[in-house]
């Protein structure tokens, strides 16, 4: 064999893979989307999940969910990428014990959460042992809405603020330090050499991390159903339910449309603001 085809040989079973787990499911899922259940093509499905009384709450709590989350968890993975990259000793001991939630699944960290938060769990027990309350109290229940959207803020917090993390220590340690050291020797304190210099520098894996969060943030699942359930609709549990729940896989694809859709917006965004201008790559 031709020496000049080894790389496309190489690649050959990768490119498979995702056109047989990706792309077939893809144009599948979209092809649905735009298939009535009496073989129509159009936008029924889209107009059944539309007028659907759970569409608009999901969204607004999936969107809300995003907003409040992805904001919180960008300041304290810089705050916290910022500390590690000034650490001596014990750097990597540090960064490990701070990616440990990486290695926990949206269900686990659920239930964790669940466990804590039950009428029976932790945080019952131990505020009824110091006696601050006299029974167990109801956290996660239908009239406690705020309480119940805080929970899976924490969790979600707890839960993926390492994928930033990680992205953002390994954007800082590419920047050279020789732009730090012509800053302090203008006279730029801490604070200007945040905004002026890594902040700037800083721009692509900002992008990545903002992306690849705010995509998990929009599939959000296991977490609200365990700590929610239908008390807080988000779109993609309304996926589920019209898919398995209501047998119905045109809506379910129609939702699952919409969800991409809001990616692509989203994604558009972020690349928009956060362009790195020409000649200021590293």
Do not use: H
């Amino acid at each position: 064999m031709n020496k000049k085809y080894y790389p496309y040989v190489l690649i050959a079973p990768s490119v498979l893979f995702l056109l047989l787990f990706f792309v077939y499911p893809f144009l599948e899922v979209f092809v649905q989307a735009f298939t009535s259940s009496d073989g129509q093509v159009g936008f029924s499905n889209f107009e059944n999940i539309f007028t659907d009384y759970n569409f608009l709450p999901s969204l607004k709590n999936t969107l809300l969910l995003a907003l409040v989350v992805v904001p919180v968890q960008l300041c304290m993975a810089i705050g916290m990428s910022l500390m590690i990259s000034k650490m001596k000793k014990g750097r990597d001991t540090v960064l490990y014990i701070l990616t440990i939630p990486l290695g926990v699944s949206d269900l686990a960290a659920g239930i964790i959460w669940l466990a804590i938060l039950d009428q029976n769990g932790f945080l019952n027990s131990f505020l009824f042992s110091i006696g601050i309350i006299d029974q167990p109290e109801s956290w996660l229940n239908y009239q406690n809405p705020i309480i119940i959207f805080a929970a899976v803020v924490v969790a979600e917090i707890w839960r993926a603020t390492a994928i930033l993390l990680v992205i953002l220590v390994s954007g800082i340690g590419l920047i050279p330090k020789e732009y730090y050291e012509a800053a302090e020797i203008f006279g730029a304190n801490s604070w200007v050499r945040l905004w002026k210099v890594t902040l700037p520098l800083l721009r692509p894996s900002l992008q990545t991390a903002l992306i690849l969060r705010t995509l998990l943030a929009f599939e959000v699942f296991a977490v609200v159903m365990l700590l929610g359930g239908s008390n807080m609709p988000v779109l993609m549990g309304e996926t589920f339910n019209w898919a398995f729940n209501y047998q119905d896989t045109g809506a379910a694809s129609a939702y699952a449309v919409v969800i991409l859709a809001l990616s692509i917006v989203f994604t558009l965004f972020y690349l928009r603001v956060l362009r790195v201008p020409k000649g200021a790559r590293i």
